[in-house]
Nanobody, 123 residues
Framework: QVQLVESGGGWVQTGGSLRLSCAAS????????MGWFRQAPGKDREFVAA????????YYVDSVKGRFTVSRDNAKKMVYLQMNSLKPEDTAVYYC????????????????WGQGTQVTVSS
């Protein structure tokens, strides 16, 4: 199995920045996609960004393109989400997720999940 632990959440004002980190351990050789989802109160869990090892590509939901950057350090078994120009609508619990499959960016496509970290953006 794979264990994921997020860190770096917190509170920030509109326009500010935060960097989320996710440390992977366990059977990390299984992982292809690593990425981030978020869930706001009363809403479904939403894909935010992911990095595909097999495709050497990154993917973003339209609402964060140009503001968020996902990066990955396989040697350190880490994935990061740099979030700039944050908006109140970015407020959510952010989850790190990993998949052994290289396709699909819905929650059902990811087998491994972190516990989540809260990001709050005040207006």
């Amino acid at each position: 199995q794979v264990q994921l632990v997020e860190s770096g959440g917190g509170w920030v004002q509109t326009g500010g920045s935060l960097r989320l980190s996710c440390a992977a351990s366990g059977l990390t050789f299984m992982i292809d996609n690593m990425g981030w989802f978020r869930q706001a109160p009363g809403k479904d869990r939403e894909f935010v960004a992911a990095n595909s090892w097999s495709r050497s590509s990154t993917y973003y939901v339209d609402s964060v393109k140009g503001r968020f950057t996902v990066s990955r350090d396989n040697a350190k078994k880490m994935v990061y989400l740099q979030m700039n120009s944050l908006k109140p609508e970015d407020t959510a619990v952010y989850y790190c997720a990993a998949s052994s499959s290289g396709s699909g960016y819905q929650p059902v496509n990811f087998e491994f999940w972190g516990q989540g970290t809260q990001v709050t953006v005040s207006s």
